[in-house]
């Protein structure tokens, strides 16, 4: 099949004529009107626009919290937006219904309605194209800081932007790896560069919106350098469309040397990939340390409060510029505003206290595991760019195909899902399955002899079954599985 | 010896959470049972139509994102309405918006027409012995 | 005045005597059989010996987790202690209650009755003199753990060794500094001499007790070179005894370069003195961190878990045997024994997933706060020593008169109280006031410049106010004080 | 100008927690208060005996350690019979074993004659101009 989607950036006037046939899709797509959401973003104060919200923390040596706040009903999700505030957040995610995601709006309005009607949350987020550009400003405008939507799809983003939301969260494998189940990678880059590309035309025009990026979050105990891979193609992507602030979110597994070895590493490798394609304007103002594994079990109150602040702490020692910590509700559903309150406290408490230490240190392993990291990162670009004939996009494409990238558990069956990952000894993350990704032999031995190690130490075979006892470990107050009986 | 018992599993409506589905699916298949796997968002009609062509005995739903309830309004009569009054249903995940009071969720979905609900984190040990007790029941194994 | 008591083991015969004296004082006194006891002890197995318990946690490579247990009635004791038990805890310290720590035996008979008649605790602590021999070995026949009395007088001691407990936490400079309000350093050794001769007693026979040792421990922020000196005078005092086991229990305060440099310098230096004072068979098991400053206030829940999750994870960091954390009710008063299950769960998270990695780091600043420490621990013991011609405990007692070792916030009317502290601007603890304590000037010179780099920061003098200040910082989720309004 | 009142302080029965008396103390000094400071541990007795000695105003007593209900029973009758029915009485601290409801606290220790009683971690500010009130109250100030 031919490959339509290439790394150009969207002529102004075609990106016009989709623009209207976006904004079609629902009643509130008319009260967007570009140049008036320039203006009504340049006006916003510094306050409200996540690069300098960010900027400012990094200059403070500070590390701010990012929370999940998404609740159907605008006066609530006002009302929670206020707690966060008051908890000292100023990054606000607001995350989008299941729904929405997906772009079914009326399913959307009827249990938006019905929300409304029973006082019940029916949503398990804000339908910000159902509220529409409007109200979603009162929304922007109730606190003093900056909006991010989660999940937004095009005309999501379309309303987004134009309510004052200063960030766009929308990476494509992030889409395709996560919450996509026949769609291909190639749609999925074709959805990105078009909020990109709206993205860009704000910053054409002077209103600096960030967009952060995911990569490819693998849905269990997986090595990091497939992430960080489709972290820099979605970063090249964004960047080919005009956007000029880009946030990495690396995501912590819980083993400290790699997980600060992946904070390094991730602006280093982004910086130098961006500068190699010539998109040497494009800033990059912080990094946002995100959790990965298993939260605790819902009755598990001690370990959740560990978990959040352990995140922290890390996030901390690592100067990371944002950390995004659940709450201790995450293994049990929606968090309340109480639950909000409590953990942003917890976790507040750590990050002032580390911060205002201004520590510096070294662990060791960290060289390592960058090193390792480096060297499998670039041996898949290479492969990527080699597929593409120097299109990244084409590459990654054809990459996916050929299970050059490729994830475990992954809910879309265009993944090859050859490939597993395992804790070793120390609880670092291992690959158990190589699959085809293309892995140079002496570090396929690194993995291999780590592997051998908790093999001779446990006395059994690791296969699927320890990456499943793995995947539960950190949520049982374990960094390491343990066998869970026959 | 019985026929091997069959069985659908997948997670309903627009929940993208697939994790579960696939490693309950994966116990099945290890305890022995023809597991037809579809996956992520699966609409109910789809669970139906799968029912009745490949003649399976139950249907273990998963839903972590909150909106089961929407999703499976009128699913039990719709079953009976295609002729599979007698399936076994199953549902288990995070079964709401929000923490939720276990009972409630329990009698919830035992209102819409569910044999068995499973709290998060269910042990799939035990799940998986329930299905067998309730397919003897049916003399089904 | 005279000095009476030395650095000098007390004879057998002596000892003998002095103990008709200490059991008559209450009826249980009559359970004690020493040559029983010493056989009693003997019979326990390794898991009831504390220090065979933290040798065995030390091998290894976890932190144990010290909790606070002692409630008055017996069953709740018990209770209590399996629920500490099914949380992981291997060593039980048993706070005895307020009355009894000071030999009002009868105060707290009626107490402990009137607690049993009305079902409410109305003592803080275990009463174990009242409950005797008997009773008491059922609370240390109910689980496997080894247990330590705290706050034990002679009379406590004798009935908690008889019955199984096989540590005695009993520092001369402890009582002295915290506890008592007019009794002499004097007495608070010959005090000690008698437990640690009692101690040495059962050592000589076989029965390895354990001395866990505090030195002085300041009431607020104060730098930790008092408290170490004294806790290496507490060390040769009980070694001339005869103890054969000696743990010492460092204090963090909160700044991590500190905390840390303290635990590598505490271990290191007592062997060195040890050595050098002939008392090469004092075996050294492990060294407990302990939390000092103040807990955050009771409303603070997550402010509790941070505090408590963070001095684990420094604990785990520097791979002590053992850490105390206090319970999410330490602000707001004995805990029950919920919040004791749920705060254990919550510390050991952090402790299992930071032990399992085994990390080796470095942090900027602990060289530095190690060699500053170690020069003004090794200036204050020479000048005791030279006070004390020789004798330790003789100069100790010339030095606390002389200001030589001194403290800030002593309730005791026979302290100086001519030093503060206060912390600097990324949360270390100084000296703002030398007092007399024999510090180098070059080394006074150190703290000098870091309290004027926080003075120019804050453009205000440091003073008693801000060593207030400082005192509530980490409770309200900060490590340096800020200004409480006029 | 009336006279500097005078006031006492300390921590009662065997109670051993002496910094937030020796806080207290200095902030009642620097507010221009003549404080009698007793320290830590002292007799139920001792706080009368000074009183009567020093004529003092007011009895500001600490107690963290939980026991403070033991320690003073009886003691607003005590002072009466020494003839100080008019001595404000104020206590402040962790006033009970384990975690309390403050309000239930407050009601006991105003029952046992205390015209204030605080919480742990009073606000010292708001202590003292309540002090200046019931003083002022009693022409005193
Ligand atoms: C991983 C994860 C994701 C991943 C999913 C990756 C993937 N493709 O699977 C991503 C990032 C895509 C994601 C997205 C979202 N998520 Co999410 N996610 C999680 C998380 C962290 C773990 C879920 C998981 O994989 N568990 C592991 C598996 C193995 O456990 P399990 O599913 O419970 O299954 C076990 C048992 O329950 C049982 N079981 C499962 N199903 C069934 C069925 C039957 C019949 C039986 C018998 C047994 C059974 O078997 C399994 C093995 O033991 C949870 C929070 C948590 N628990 O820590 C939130 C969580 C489920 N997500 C949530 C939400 C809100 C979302 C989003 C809407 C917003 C967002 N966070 O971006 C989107 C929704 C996407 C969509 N359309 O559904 C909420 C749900 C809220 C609620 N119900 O109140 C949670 C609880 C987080 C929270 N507290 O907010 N999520
Ligand atoms: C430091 C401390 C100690 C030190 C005390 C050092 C010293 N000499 O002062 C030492 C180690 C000696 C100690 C010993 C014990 N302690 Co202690 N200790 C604490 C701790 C950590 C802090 C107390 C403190 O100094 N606060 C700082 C001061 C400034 O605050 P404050 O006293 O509340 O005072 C302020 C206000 O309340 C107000 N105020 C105070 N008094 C008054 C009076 C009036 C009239 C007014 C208006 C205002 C007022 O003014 C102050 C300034 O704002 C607390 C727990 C915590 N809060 O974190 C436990 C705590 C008080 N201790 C406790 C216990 C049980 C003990 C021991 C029995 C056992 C043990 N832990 O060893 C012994 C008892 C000794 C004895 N005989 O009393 C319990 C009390 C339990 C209860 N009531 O249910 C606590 C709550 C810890 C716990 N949760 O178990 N302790």
Known sequence: ??????????????????????????????????????????????????????????????????????????????????????????????TIDSYSRLSQFDKAQRALEESIRTGRPMLNGYPIVNYGVKNTRKLVESVEAAFSPRGAVKLAMEIALA??????????????????KRTTLEQCIEASQYTNRLTGYYADRGAIITTDLHGWVPSGVFPFSVNIACM????????????KSIMPQTHCEG????????????????????????????????????????????QSMGGAFAYLNYTAMVAALAEAEAVFVRTIDEGAGVATRESHALSYESANWILNIVRTQKIKFEIDGVETEEKVTEVEVRAMLDKLLELGD??????????????????????????????????????????????????????????????????????????????????????????????TGA | MKKQPAVITG????????????????????????????????????????????????????????????????????????????????IGGVLGVGRQDFKEVEKKFKKLGFDKVYPPEANLKSVIEDLWNDLRAQGKA
């Open chain 1, 1 to 94: 099949m031919e490959i339509k989607v290439k790394q150009k950036r969207i002529d102004e006037d075609r990106f016009l004529e989709m623009r209207k046939e976006v904004l079609a899709q629902w009643p509130t797509g008319k009260e967007v009107d570009l140049e008036e959401a320039v203006a009504y973003q340049r006006s916003l104060p510094e306050s409200k626009n996540f690069m300098k919200v960010t900027e400012k923390a990094r200059k403070e040596g500070k590390t701010l919290i990012w929370p999940r706040a998404g609740t159907p009903v605008l006066e609530d999700e006002i009302a929670l937006v206020k707690t966060l505030v008051d908890s000292g957040i100023r990054h606000i995610p607001v």
């Open chain 1, 163 to 180: 309510s004052g939301m200063t960030a766009s969260g929308k990476s494509s494998f992030l889409e395709f790896g996560s919450y996509e």
């Open chain 1, 232 to 243: 820099i193609v979605d970063a090249l992507v964004a960047a080919e469309q005009g956007v």
């Open chain 1, 255 to 298: 083993h400290m040397a790699q997980d600060i070895a992946w904070m390094r590493l991730i602006p280093r490798l982004l910086r130098e990939y961006l500068d190699k394609f010539g998109y040497k304007d494009v800033m990059l103002p912080g990094i946002l340390a995100n959790q990965l594994p298993l939260f605790p079990v819902p």
């Open chain 1, 390 to 483: 120097g299109d990244i996009v084409i590459g990654s494409i054809k990459g996916v195909e050929a299970g050059v990238l490729d994830s475990p558990f992954s809910p879309n069956i265009n993944v090859k899902g050859n490939v597993l990952g395992v804790r070793d000894i120390t609880g670092a993350c291992r690959y158990l399955e190589f699959g085809n990704l293309p892995i140079p032999d002496e570090i396929k031995e690194f993995h291999r002899e780590k592997i051998a190690e908790r093999e001779r130490a446990e006395g059994r075979k690791l296969d699927y079954h320890v990456a499943v006892e793995d995947l539960w470990a950190l949520s049982k107050g374990r960094i390491v599985g343990v066998p």
């Open chain 2, 11 to 90: 997670t309903v409506g627009m929940d993208a959470h697939v994790i579960g589905t696939k490693i309950l699916s994966r116990a099945l298949k290890d305890a022995g049972f023809n597991v037809v796997e579809l996956g992520m968002q699966v609409p109910p009609e789809e669970f139906i139509e799968v029912t009745q062509k490949t003649k399976a005995d139950a249907i273990l739903i998963s839903s972590l994102y909150g909106m089961a309830e929407l999703d499976l309004r009128g699913f039990k009569e719709k079953c009976k309405e295609a002729g599979l009054k007698d399936v076994i249903l199953y």
